[in-house]
Structures are given as structure tokens and as C-alpha cells.
């Protein structure tokens, strides 16, 4: 399936073989797909299509989640968050990651240490959670709401390349 070794920034990196690639291509297509399905279209039998996800998703490359429209869900606001830190980034990174509302970090160079994005049920939930528990973050110098007016694409099929 797959070798395992660390990189320089200390992360496990995973190198995948084709059919791993074809499972998980597969599975990006329909995540309801059965194992029979894919094992036809990847020349496995059910219960090695099984044993490979398991890798899969036991190693950190994939997830098999439910990806839901957050209006549908009452979650009317969306926004990205940028971040301006002192000190070590990683520390305000982990911090913001904890918070229930957020559901994507990373660390970027640019403009902004920290990317967050944010889903509130609304305008009061989100201005709450940017003067209660973000900017009063130890760390943060300045932050820059952009709010998402439409969701115009969200897609999870991009494939191994």
C-alpha cells in the first residue's frame, strides 16, 4: 500500500501506490461507495479494499466524513480569519484550532501568520467569538474578518494527482 517516512518538518509522509491512489479516487467520487464497487474498479477483492482503507484512514491520509452545507444546518455565517501573531505561531495556531467554531488552520507566510475559518449560526455569535476568544488570545496582534457572502464551490474530488 504505502512506505512511511518522516519528513524535515517532522510530519510522517506517506507514499501511496497506484491502487491506494485508484481507493482513495474512489472513494472522493462516492464515500458511499461499497468495497465491492471499488474493488472492481481498482482489480482488489472486497477485503483488501477493506484492509486499505483501514490503512488509509488509521494513518492520517484519508477521512470519510459527511461534508454538509452549513446554512441547511442553521450556521448562517461564514468566515476566514486572518491573523497577525508576536511570538511563536504554532502556539496561537493550536489555540485557535481548539475552538468549536473554527474548522480549518493553517500557518501561512504572507500577510497573516494564521488562516482560520469560522462557521457561526450568525453575525452576533461571530463578532462574540472575535472579541471574547480570539483577539484576546495571547499572541494575536490583529485580525481581518473576511466574511463569506456565497459558497460557490466546495469540492472534496480533486483526485491524487
Request: glycine share 8%; with cysteine; aromatic share 6%.
Amino acid at each position: 500500500m504505502a512506505e512511511s517516512r518522516s519528513s524535515s518538518a517532522g510530519t510522517r509522509q506517506v507514499t501511496l501506490d497506484a491502487v491506494s491512489k485508484g481507493i482513495i479516487e474512489q472513494l472522493q467520487l462516492d464515500g458511499r461507495r461499497s468495497y465491492a464497487d471499488i474493488g472492481k474498479a481498482v482489480g482488489l477483492s472486497e477485503a483488501a479494499v477493506r484492509q486499505r482503507v483501514q490503512k488509509l484512514t488509521e494513518s492520517g491520509v484519508m477521512q470519510i466524513v459527511a461534508v454538509t452545507d452549513p446554512m441547511q444546518l442553521g450556521f448562517f455565517r461564514q468566515a476566514m480569519i486572518g491573523i497577525r501573531c508576536s511570538g511563536d505561531t504554532r502556539v496561537v495556531a493550536e489555540q485557535i484550532a481548539a475552538l468549536d467554531e473554527v474548522d480549518y488552520v493553517v500557518l501561512t507566510a504572507g500577510n497573516f501568520d494564521i488562516l482560520a475559518e469560522i462557521v457561526c449560526e450568525d453575525d452576533d455569535e461571530l463578532i462574540s467569538l472575535l472579541n471574547s476568544r480570539v483577539r484576546t488570545l495571547d499572541g494575536v496582534t490583529s485580525t481581518e474578518t473576511f466574511v463569506y457572502l456565497k459558497l460557490q464551490k466546495q469540492h472534496y474530488n480533486w483526485g491524487t494527482r
